[in-house]
Structures are given as C-alpha cells and as structure tokens.
C-alpha cells in the first residue's frame, strides 16, 4: 500500500469496495439473508473483520453490506493506503477545501421513483431497511448522509443522521442538539418554511469521512462537500436533485430526496446506539421523501449503531483533527491514537518524545491540550515515544512501570463530555489526565532490555515435539 496522501485518490463507493474486495476484505454470505435482525445479528457478531455482503436478501432484490469501514484493515483497502496515509489525507482536506463540480447527468438518477407518480412508492418495500435489535421501534436506515444547504447562509452540510421508517415515503429524523442540520433545520422553522435536504445512502468515501467531522475542525460556515474535495484532492461531482432545490453526490448508490416539515414531529426510538445503551424515544421531525433514486443494481450500505463501524469512522477524522492542535500547541508530541476501547472517542493515548529539559512538563501540557481541541475526550495517556501507542499491552506496560498515581495522575473536575456518557450528569463529568512518560534524565535507567534482530522463517518451527522430549506426552 501508498503510505503518502494521493492527490487525486479515487474515493468513489465502487471504486472502494472493488479495492477491499482485491484485498479480500469482503466475505460474501452464501445463503438468504433475513434484514429483520439475522443481518444485524450477523453483522454484530462478525463487527471488526471483513466486511460482509448479502446478494440475496429476504423480499427484496437489493444487496445490502454492511461492516464496511470497520476495522483498520478495511479503511486501509477501501482508500488503498496505510492508515497515515488516511489520516494525512483527513488533514490535508481541512486546510485545502477543492469545492464540489455541478454535472447535469448521474448513474444515481438511473432509476427513479417519485412522489405522486404511478401510485407512489414505498421506501420499506424498496429498501431492505434493517430491523436492528429487539427493543428498537422499527425498520432504521444508519448509513444515510443527510445533505443540506442552510437556508440563511448558503453553506451545505453533510451529516450522518438515522432515520426511522414511518410510512411509505415518510421517516423521522434523529436531530440531536449542537448538530449543524438541527440549527438549518430551526432556521427553516422560524421561516416557517420545508427543509430540502437528500440522505445519501452509499456514497463517496470522502463524504462518509467529512460527515464524521466535527467539533473545531468543521464549524458551521466550513463547506462539508468541498472539504470532501479536499480529502480525494479533486472536486466530489454533485447533481441537482429531481424534486428539491438541492444539490448532492452524483455516484451515489441511493438517496432520499424531500424535506423536513417545519411543524410536525413524531416518536423517534427507542434503537440502541453506539455507546451500547438503547436511547429512548423522543420527538423527532418529520422527513417527507418526495422521491427515491438509484443507480443500476445498487447496493444498500447499512451501519449497526452499536457496531465498530459507527465509530471507526471518526477514528482517522479525529486523530487527524487532534495531531493537527497539539502539534501546534506543544513541540514534543510524535502521534495520537483514539483507542477502541474508548470507542475511538473518548480515549486517547499521546506519544511525546523529550530531547532537551525544557520539552519537560510539555506533556501534560498536550493532554490538557488534548481535552481542550475534543470534548468528548475523557481520558488521555501521555507516554514516551519507545512506547507502541496502537498497542494496548505497551500503552498498560507504561501505565504499570512508569505511572505513580499519586504524583501522574491528575483530575479536571466538572468538564463537558458526549451527554450520552450516562455516568455523567447530563454531559459534565471529571476528565482524567495521566502521565506516564519518564524524566528525561531517567529515560536510561527506564530503557527496556534489547534483543537482537533475527530472522525466523515460517518453516523454521515444527509443531511436533522430538523424540527427546517424548515425556511431555
């Protein structure tokens, strides 16, 4: 694999999955699928291995897959470079937006379904929507991107949003607060006026990971398309939508185009999401789709909410975001992992790399850093650059031989986090620091003992004992 960011990287859904099948990363299930909880099941139970495709699914004649961007090894095929490789690309995209391209025709408009034509059409007999978990309320889309453009302001935005199938051509649409479609949406509502938007579902990988950004890295008046563009390094093509005044990703496999009524809401949820924990039901806005488009044989992308996928799509996007801040603030810090344990959220390991006595204290000065540029962070470990961060072994190593809690461990009381963290009161929780790098000067007395470097063969290794050792039997 290309370990440096392509300019030009064809970061087309297609183009991906045809990369990751290459790779052999995607497992392909041979028998019918069932989309009433045996695919979300399956995907649960396989999460953070090869993707998995489903051609044949039960009462419909549309393909879903699923697990796509779980795990490291599936990012690295579907981009077809290593995971710096990602991460740079990520980073390059903030500082180098490539505005999108209008182009008047689309495989996406190859098949079209309207509203008020030939009788309508029905999203749940159409779409092999999942039922996810026992206890969700119903049939959930999870990998639709929803595409807006604020109605004061211009700025399109891009978003994962899931939907709940209410009708045939309506669904409720999870808002949560803070999120810039909910601040477009309650413009358009004090306009007294429908939100166009579209919820693609299968589309540029660029898009999936500008959607995944947030926080300081992607404020409201950030083009979320052209940073997009900025992550391919050409511009995404986008194609005016059939029935709304809006424009969205011309190769995607299928989207949803309507608005969201200004005056009416319905019960969302309850469905589990990804911290694990079902959410409740809740008012939700209504998603009025007025037509349904799709390429020739496309393929359903669905996202478990309690899987590794919903999370490992803001791994590199946020380590990206992270590497960039503390790079600036402090001189010392090397790398940053969200580990998987923390949900590629909320945990943080930093490798510092101290040369001089004054880099010391600089440390702790990234994991305040560190809290400050994400606020979901709740946990950050800073640790010597010998130590092997996408480890967890190594990171606990410093964590046993190099971290006294009485003078390493420190505590920021009374911080904002995710208000879905249910140990917090309603998003405010202590935040916990720990340095686990040693003094400069100690750094010999601290030096793990070396070994040589030696070849070994495959071949080199037998599994059967001699006879020598014919006791062990």
Not at 101 to 113: G, I, W
Not at 204 to 218: C, E, I, K
Request: glycine share 8%; proline share 6%; charged share 25%.
């Amino acid at each position: 694999m290309n370990a440096s960011a392509q300019v030009g990287v064809d970061t087309r859904f297609r183009s991906a999955l045809r990369r990751m099948q290459q790779a052999g990363r995607i497992r392909t299930f041979a028998r019918e699928a069932d989309p009433e909880f045996q695919i979300a099941g399956m995907m649960k139970k396989l999460d953070g291995g090869a993707a998995l495709l489903f051609p044949r699914v039960k009462g419909h004649g549309m393909p879903v897959i699923g697990n796509v961007l779980c795990c490291k090894e599936n990012c690295e095929a579907a981009f077809g470079m290593d995971y710096r490789g990602i991460r740079r690309s990520v980073a390059r995209a903030f500082g180098n937006p490539v505005a999108p391209v209008r182009v008047a025709n689309a495989p996406v408009h190859e098949h079209v379904y309207r509203r008020g034509m030939d009788g309508g059409f029905d999203i749940g007999a159409l779409l092999p929507v999942l039922t996810h978990s026992d206890g969700d309320s119903g049939r959930f889309i999870t990998a639709g991107i929803v595409v807006v453009q604020d109605p004061e302001t211009g700025v399109y935005n891009a978003s994962y949003h899931r939907l709940q199938l209410i009708g045939p051509q309506r669904t409720a649409l999870k808002l949560d607060f803070g999120r810039h479609l909910r601040a477009a949406y309650e413009r358009a509502q004090r306009m007294g006026k429908p939100l166009p938007i579209a919820a693609c579902i299968g589309t540029d990988l660029a898009v999936h990971y500008a959607a995944a950004t947030m926080g300081s890295q992607m404020p409201e008046s950030t083009d979320e398309l052209a940073i997009a563009g900025g992550l391919r390094g050409e511009p995404v093509p986008v194609v005016k939508a059939l029935t709304q005044d809006i424009f969205y990703p011309a190769e995607t496999e299928i989207v949803l185009e309507g608005v969201i009524l200004p005056d009416q809401m319905v019960l969302e949820g309850p469905f589990t999401d990804f911290g694990g924990f079902r959410s409740p039901a809740e008012d939700a806005p209504v998603f009025e789709v007025s037509a349904l488009v799709h390429r020739t044989q496309p393929l359903y992308h669905a996202i478990n909410g309690v899987g590794r996928e919903t999370v490992m799509l803001r791994k590199y996007v946020l380590e990206a975001s992270l590497l960039k801040a503390l790079q600036a603030a402090t001189p010392i810090v090397q790398d940053v992992e969200m580990t998987a344990g923390g949900l590629h959220r909320f945990h943080a390991v930093i490798s510092v790399k101290k040369t001089i006595p004054q880099h010391e204290g600089f440390q702790r000065n990234a994991i305040l850093a560190a809290f400050a540029t994400l606020k979901d962070l709740d946990l950050v470990i800073a640790v010597d650059d010998d130590i092997d961060i996408q480890d967890p072994n190594d990171v606990e190593y410093a964590l046993a031989m190099r971290m006294e809690a009485s003078k390493d461990l420190f505590i920021v009381p009374g911080a904002r986090t995710h208000e879905l963290v249910r140990v917090s009161n309603d998003g405010i929780r202590a935040k916990v620091g720990i340095d686990a790098t040693v003094p400069l000067e100690e750094r010999a007395r601290f030096a793990r003992a070396p070994f040589r470097t030696v070849e070994v063969d495959a071949g080199d290794f037998s599994p059967d004992a001699p006879e020598s050792l014919g006791w062990l039997g």
